[in-house]
């Protein structure tokens, strides 16, 4: 059964603070997403990678991250949380031979 | 510019009652076509998709699909809605492998 993990389903974090969120996944799968959710507006793509230490900008970068030194894990990192990355974060992963991505349940981060 | 619309926000249909969900997309190539569900505080799970052949697609939990190019829909039905479909339905597009693009999603209510 596929499966991708987030490190946590409720994070709270202080304004300033450097905010870590873990994504695994045990499908082998070469491409890694991560996306915010937001209400009203869907799925934004932050970013993405197609290999290990490979990553692309997807539509809203600013403020964000990426880590990925080994295939099965991406990390997002917050390099200063701020109040408006306060959101649901959500990663997903895909094989290359077709792009249905399985997402992980979510990490609910709330910045103070 | 490539995007999917979902033009209602919000929908309550009664149990019992059929439901369709509107999805229009605008994209240059051919698409991969996706519904997903989520539901309060989950992830988002694949109902069903569409890469190429017979344009009406049947998915998990007796949701089916119709993608008609003419039109640029990929329209989500069930003939009889159960309590348990409250949720946020997406409707997303992509390349083979790539990034996908999502509706900003439609809440479904149920009526008992």
């Known amino acids: 059964d596929v499966k991708v993990t987030q490190s946590s389903r409720y994070l709270v974090k202080r304004t300033g603070e450097k905010v870590f969120l873990e994504c695994v996944q045990d499908m082998d799968h070469e491409n890694m997403f991560w996306y915010r959710q937001d209400p009203g507006l869907g799925l934004r793509l932050i970013y993405f990678s197609y290999d290990v230490k490979m990553k692309e900008k997807g539509d809203i970068p600013e403020g964000y991250s990426v880590s990925r030194e080994k295939k099965e894990r991406f990390s997002l990192i917050l390099e200063s949380a701020s109040t408006n990355q306060t959101s649901m974060y959500l990663c997903?992963?895909?094989?290359?031979?077709?792009?249905?991505?399985?997402f992980g349940p979510g990490t609910r981060l709330t910045v103070l | 510019a490539q995007s999917v619309t979902q033009p209602d926000i919000h929908i309550t249909v009664s149990e019992g009652a059929s439901l369709e969900l509107r999805c229009n997309y605008s994209y240059g190539a051919t698409p991969y076509l996706f519904w997903y569900v989520q539901s309060p505080g989950q992830g988002l799970q694949l109902l069903l998709k569409?890469?190429?052949?017979?344009?009406l697609v049947q998915g998990i939990k007796g949701f089916e699909a119709e993608f008609k190019r003419s039109q640029s829909s990929f329209n989500l039905r069930k003939p009889s809605v159960h309590w348990s479909d409250a949720a946020e339905y997406f409707c997303a597009v992509g390349p083979p492998g790539g990034k996908l693009i999502f509706g900003q999603g439609t809440e479904l209510s149920v009526k008992p």
């Open positions: 997903a992963s895909t094989g290359q031979e077709y792009n249905e991505q399985f």
């Open positions: 569409y890469f190429s052949g017979d344009t």
